[in-house]
């Protein structure tokens, strides 16, 4: 039997021996050393030989038979992939033979059976790019892929992608690849291994297929894959994708999680139709939680919430009234209300003799610090050493006023302004305590309580508003002083909220005779105001207030605050600002260069956008006259782009430390602001190295660029190193009074609001982007790009834009009547288990506390009790529970 085919074959053997030698050779060395293989090897190696030899029978019966018989010794041994199965091995040097002898057969069953068999072997056996096991797949039967092992499936997705993106380009048809794709998802889907779905589907331009393909035990796995991955794609496939998973999570019901997609898309559309979709009331106010966390106006219709007295209640909750009451629970909670000195944060006692001596001299610009330290500590307890002590003399509100004329001219502004911070959020205690400040006869002081009106009212919305009330009637005085505080105040009270009254009220400053100064303000209000909208007409108002300035005031710091405003309009909107860069292009070149960064950088902020991460860095490489403003905005761009995932974060912090290396001043003077917005509120210990390092730098503004830095990635945490360097730093800086200004603020961002606040504008476990937070960190970094003309000149107060950013860092557990509920929870450091097998932790090193609890940068919390069930998939901010049903108590 055996040497019948050799007399019939001919020329097969032959081939075949060329192919064995060089394969086997070693081989037969190594069996003749140490009898390679075992028994069992060689009769299946034998066995092997003698089926491929069958395959080529004239005789259809034993070819079906041998063809049968190889099909499961390979079926049977692929299904483990630890190392290359036996049979692929033994039938490598027959991969030739067969393939020779496949083109000579006649169209028949036994053709295509044979042609699945190469598909496999192909898998093995092919050279690279030839996509052979696709080839015979496709001319093979129609056979489940599954039974042939995992490595063969990824394996042909792999071919598959190769084989569309070629179909592509020459415009061939491409409907049997796809039904291939087809059984392949099923596959996956089906094998728990969604991200490879995900990824063909992604690569042959059809995500659409996943919606029939995902189930109930899936569809969050994939769904977190498609949000993880959305981040690292190019535009228009992040959107895609997210969308995808938008409507995945509303089939399945799972509206929170789609609501957050839909914010992190600004899709207001989508946020309608979840709360449309969704019919449990509950579940609606767990929503409006989310909505006021992320700081966006939002108005509630009858569609929405059908029941009057319900959609009240609601639109209270998106309005965020509820805030105050909850941040002062915690407070208590930890016990932390009473009031804090601006000394007790200084801590100079700890300090050796000459600086601890200095601290105590009474000068403006030390009370000055004071102020803001105190407004920075105390923010939103609603009492203090300085500002609402009552003194026991009849004349009212004695000793405020007392602290209040412990500061020279504009000081007073920001200390009137401080009062608003101490009642944060408390809109009407706060209002009721400013108002005596609105009778006397100092404009300063005026100033300062429209300020604090401002101040009060900011992430709160509230129906009667207030603050337009109040400010609306100060924005046309003449004192210039007074005007600012009515204009930042309602910056700061209608951020985000596109308020066209507010508009109205503010648009006419911009064409009037207004000082360069009012004007700047006005156009950041009104970029706070329409943040990330778009708005034409604002964005013409402020093209044509920068096209009136004349050359010698663009040359002003304050002018730079121009584009910033114009640039806010665009945040995050990405392409939406072309149209309004080419028009700065036509600006004068005192400002052009300086407008296009701004624009640029807002508009990409917060997207990770790697083309325009380089972008920035070249403008930044280039060694230019000293003149030249655009490279500081360059520089903070760089960071506000790539705060946006982990991995951009840390490139961007490294190619920081090369700018430091090799930029000019005005590059090195934005660096370490950078820095401070990457870790805002995450003290990374290689961060705060660099800038400890910065903060005794030869160059003045570089030093208190660094100090200030090192205040805002420690804000709010308490974080007892960094107190210890500012310590440090007060006693090295202590004759130095514009730096030690500078310490003491960042003394009091460290200890904001005594630790339970945080200045990070993302939240829910950094998916999300706050706009309006992001938008008042950038105003206060681009005012500290020139210290000495803003910050340590008269416009100190632009310091409390970082109100804007400040929420409490908590977890607030409450029941179904919203009153705060104690239960234990597991707080740890997050880990990431994206597209991990089986039920991977999402914690690692917790420890367990009651709620309420903080929460520090890269927390996340679980419940440690089944009794509840959150309605909200992140625990962060409120977090409404229900009774478990199904729980029992085990006695």
């Known amino acids: 039997m055996a040497p019948a085919p050799n007399s019939s074959g001919g020329n097969a053997p032959r081939e075949e021996a060329s192919l064995k030698v060089p394969v086997k050779d070693p081989k037969k060395k190594d069996e003749k050393k140490d009898e390679d293989l075992s028994e069992e090897d060689l009769a299946l190696k034998q066995q092997l030989e003698l089926y491929v030899e069958r395959v080529q029978d004239p005789d259809p019966g034993l070819q079906k038979a041998a063809l049968e018989s190889m099909r499961h010794e390979i079926r049977t041994s692929t299904s483990s992939m630890t190392s290359v199965p036996k049979p692929l091995k033994f039938l490598r040097p027959h991969y030739g033979t067969l393939k020779a002898y496949y083109e000579t057969m006649a169209e028949s069953d036994l053709k295509r059976y044979l042609a699945d068999i190469l598909s496999v072997l192909a898998l093995t056996m092919s050279a690279e790019g030839e996509r052979e096991s696709l080839k015979y797949r496709l001319l093979g039967s129609e056979g489940d892929i599954g039974s042939w092992g995992h490595e063969y499936v990824r394996n042909l997705a792999g071919e598959i992608a190769q084989e569309y993106s070629k179909r592509q380009s020459e415009e061939a048809p491409i409907d049997d690849l796809m039904e291939l794709v087809q059984q392949i998802v099923a596959f996956h889907m089906k094998h728990n291994a969604e991200p490879e779905a995900v990824d063909l589907l992604m690569e042959v331009e059809d995500l659409d297929m996943l919606m029939e393909h995902v189930d109930s035990t899936n569809f969050k796995r994939t769904c977190l894959y498609l949000t993880s991955a959305a981040r690292y794609l190019p535009g228009p496939d992040d959107v895609s994708v997210l969308d995808i998973a938008y409507m995945i999570y509303r089939k399945f019901e799972e509206y929170a999680n789609a609501l957050q997609i839909a914010l992190f898309l600004d899709n207001m559309q989508y946020v309608k139709q979840v709360f449309t979709s969704c019919d449990d009331l509950l579940r609606k106010k767990q929503f409006c939680y989310i909505l006021a966390r992320h700081g966006i106006t939002f108005e509630l219709n009858e569609g929405m919430v059908s029941d009057d007295g319900d959609r009240e209640a609601l639109q209270e909750i998106i309005n965020n009234s509820k805030l105050s009451e909850g941040y002062l629970t915690l407070a208590r909670d930890i016990e932390v209300m009473e009031p804090k000195s601006p000394e007790d944060i200084y801590k100079a006692h700890l ?22 330290v105190n407004a920075f500590v105390n923010a939103g307890f609603g009492q203090d050493k300085l500002m609402t002590v009552q003194s026991d003399s009849s004349s009212s509100g004695g000793s405020s006023a007392n602290w209040l004329f412990k500061n020279k001219e504009h000081g007073k502004a920001s200390a009137a302004a401080s009062l608003g911070m101490i009642l944060l959020w408390d809109v009407d205690s706060g209002l ?157 070149e005192k400002i052009r260069k300086h407008c296009d960064m701004t624009l640029l950088s807002c508009a990409y902020a917060g997207t990770g956008n790697v083309l325009k991460v380089q972008n920035l860095l070249g403008h930044c490489a280039q060694h230019l006259d000293k003149g030249e403003t655009h ?96 310590r440090n730093l007060s006693s090295y800086y202590y004759k130095d009074a514009s730096l030690l200004f500078c310490v003491r603020i960042a003394q009091g961002l460290v200890h904001l609001g005594k630790g339970l606040l945080t200045l990070n504008p993302y939240h829910s476990e950094r998916f999300l982007l706050s ?121």
């Open 351 to 372: 300090l050796d003799g000459r600086a601890s001596a200095s601290a105590s001299v009474d000068s403006a610009r030390q009370n000055l610090a004071a102020t803001f």
């Open 432 to 588: 009721a305590q400013l108002d005596k400040y609105f009778h006397g006869t100092d404009m300063q002081v005026l100033a300062g309580a429209l300020l604090g009106v401002g101040i009060v009212n900011c992430n709160i919305k509230n129906e009667c508003d207030p603050a337009l009330a109040l400010l609306g009637d100060y924005v046309d005085r003449e004192d210039a002083s007074v005007r600012i505080g009515a204009i930042m105040g309602l910056g700061l009270a209608y951020a985000g909220a596109q308020n066209n009254e507010v508009r109205a009220k503010l648009s006419p400053i911009l064409d009037g005779k207004a000082s360069l100064d009012v004007v700047a303000f006005t156009a950041i209000s009104l970029g706070l105001i329409y943040v990330g909208s778009c708005n034409e007409e604002v964005a013409n108002s402020i093209i044509f207030a920068l096209m009136d300035r004349s050359e010698s005031e663009l040359g002003e710091p304050l002018a730079r605050l121009l584009p910033l405003g114009l640039g806010l309009l665009y945040l995050g909107k990405q392409d939406a600002v072309e149209a309004t860069a080419e028009v700065s292009k036509t600006f004068n």
């Open 631 to 726: 490279q500081g905005p360059a520089v903070l761009g760089i960071a506000m782009v790539a705060m946006a995932e982990e991995l951009g974060l840390e490139m961007a912090i490294r190619s920081l430390e090369h700018l430091l290396q090799y930029g000019e001043q005005n590059i090195r003077r934005a660096v370490p602001l950078a820095l401070g917005l990457l870790c805002i509120s995450n003290p990374k210990v290689n961060v705060m190295d660099t800038l400890s390092r910065l903060s005794h730098d030869t160059d003045s503004e570089v030093a208190m660029a660094a100090v200030i830095s090192l205040g805002l990635i420690g804000g709010g945490t308490n974080n007892a190193r960094i107190a210890g360097m500012l």
């Open 771 to 891: 706009p309006t937070a992001l938008a008042g960190i950038v105003t206060m970094l681009y005012a500290c790009l020139d210290m000495k003309a803003i910050i340590l000149q008269k416009y100190h107060y632009v310091l409390y834009f970082l109100v804007l950013a400040m929420q409490p860092r908590m977890l607030m557990t409450v029941d179904e009547n919203l009153r705060p509920l104690s239960v234990p929870v597991r707080v740890g450091q997050a880990v990431d288990v994206v597209g991990q097998a089986g039920r991977p932790k999402t914690i690692t090193g917790f420890q367990t506390h009651s709620t309420p609890v903080l929460l520090a940068a890269g927390d996340r919390a679980e419940l440690a009790t089944e009794k509840y069930i959150p309605l909200s998939p992140i625990l962060e901010g409120f977090v409404i529970l229900k009774e478990n049903p199904e729980y029992t108590e085990d006695r």
